[in-house]
Protein backbone atom coordinates (compact mmCIF):
# COMPACT_ATOMS: atom_id res chain seq x y z
CA UNK A 1 0.00 0.00 0.00
CA UNK A 2 1.27 3.50 -1.12
CA UNK A 3 1.60 5.45 2.51
CA UNK A 4 -0.67 9.06 2.73
CA UNK A 5 1.41 11.84 1.72
CA UNK A 6 3.17 10.22 -1.19
CA UNK A 7 2.11 10.84 -4.97
CA UNK A 8 2.78 7.88 -7.34
CA UNK A 9 3.09 7.35 -10.95
CA UNK A 10 3.93 3.90 -12.78
CA UNK A 11 4.49 4.38 -16.51
CA UNK A 12 6.22 1.88 -18.71
CA UNK A 13 8.04 0.37 -15.60
CA UNK A 14 9.09 3.71 -14.92
CA UNK A 15 8.34 4.67 -11.16
CA UNK A 16 7.67 8.18 -9.93
CA UNK A 17 7.25 9.01 -6.06
CA UNK A 18 6.78 12.34 -4.78
CA UNK A 19 6.57 13.18 -1.57
CA UNK A 20 7.51 16.14 1.16
CA UNK A 21 10.95 15.84 0.89
CA UNK A 22 11.03 15.81 -2.68
CA UNK A 23 10.74 12.97 -5.94
CA UNK A 24 12.40 10.06 -6.61
CA UNK A 25 12.61 7.68 -9.86
CA UNK A 26 13.29 4.24 -10.76
CA UNK A 27 13.60 2.16 -14.01
CA UNK A 28 12.70 -1.15 -13.84
CA UNK A 29 12.41 -1.68 -17.78
CA UNK A 30 15.28 -4.28 -17.92
CA UNK A 31 13.21 -6.93 -15.73
CA UNK A 32 10.42 -9.26 -17.12
CA UNK A 33 7.45 -7.71 -15.05
CA UNK A 34 4.26 -5.88 -15.09
CA UNK A 35 3.49 -2.60 -13.10
CA UNK A 36 0.46 -1.33 -12.17
CA UNK A 37 -1.45 0.95 -9.82
CA UNK A 38 -4.35 -1.45 -8.42
CA UNK A 39 -7.34 0.17 -5.62
CA UNK A 40 -7.56 3.45 -7.08
CA UNK A 41 -3.53 4.10 -7.14
CA UNK A 42 -3.23 2.93 -3.02
CA UNK A 43 -1.33 0.36 -4.13
CA UNK A 44 1.62 -0.70 -6.42
CA UNK A 45 0.95 -4.19 -7.89
CA UNK A 46 4.40 -6.24 -9.26
CA UNK A 47 3.29 -8.79 -11.83
CA UNK A 48 5.40 -11.97 -13.19
CA UNK A 49 4.43 -14.59 -15.46
CA UNK A 50 5.91 -18.46 -15.25
CA UNK A 51 8.61 -17.61 -12.30
CA UNK A 52 10.96 -20.08 -11.10
CA UNK A 53 12.95 -19.25 -7.86
CA UNK A 54 15.36 -16.60 -8.88
CA UNK A 55 13.00 -14.50 -11.04
CA UNK A 56 10.93 -14.23 -7.84
CA UNK A 57 13.01 -13.02 -6.19
CA UNK A 58 13.71 -10.51 -8.80
CA UNK A 59 10.14 -9.62 -8.28
CA UNK A 60 10.53 -9.28 -4.33
CA UNK A 61 13.54 -7.04 -4.72
CA UNK A 62 11.50 -4.70 -7.09
CA UNK A 63 8.95 -4.55 -4.26
CA UNK A 64 11.66 -3.66 -1.48
CA UNK A 65 13.40 -0.84 -4.20
CA UNK A 66 9.73 0.72 -4.61
CA UNK A 67 8.89 0.72 -0.48
CA UNK A 68 12.84 2.33 -0.09
CA UNK A 69 11.33 5.25 -2.66
CA UNK A 70 8.72 5.60 -0.05
CA UNK A 71 10.83 5.74 2.68
CA UNK A 72 13.48 8.29 0.67
CA UNK A 73 10.19 10.50 -0.20
CA UNK A 74 9.17 10.45 3.38
CA UNK A 75 12.04 10.73 5.48
CA UNK A 76 15.48 12.66 5.52
CA UNK A 77 18.65 11.14 4.66
CA UNK A 78 22.35 12.47 5.05
CA UNK A 79 24.75 10.58 3.59
CA UNK A 80 28.42 11.09 4.90
CA UNK A 81 31.17 9.89 3.18
CA UNK A 82 34.57 9.24 4.32
CA UNK A 83 37.99 8.70 2.16
CA UNK A 84 40.33 6.51 3.85
CA UNK A 85 43.61 5.77 2.54
CA UNK A 86 46.43 3.75 3.68
CA UNK A 87 50.29 3.56 1.74
CA UNK A 88 49.40 4.52 -2.17
CA UNK A 89 49.22 7.84 -3.51
CA UNK A 90 45.38 7.41 -4.31
CA UNK A 91 43.68 10.74 -5.89
CA UNK A 92 40.08 11.41 -5.50
CA UNK A 93 37.81 14.03 -6.64
CA UNK A 94 34.45 14.64 -5.07
Do not use: W
Not at 12 to 34: C, N, T, W
Not at 49 to 75: E, P, T, W
Request: aromatic residues 10%; glycine residues 6%.
Amino acid sequence: PVPKGIKISVKSKIVEVSGKHGALKRDFKHLPIELYLANSGHEVRAKMYFAKSKQLSMLRSVCSHINNLFDGVQKKYEYKMRLVYAHFPINATI
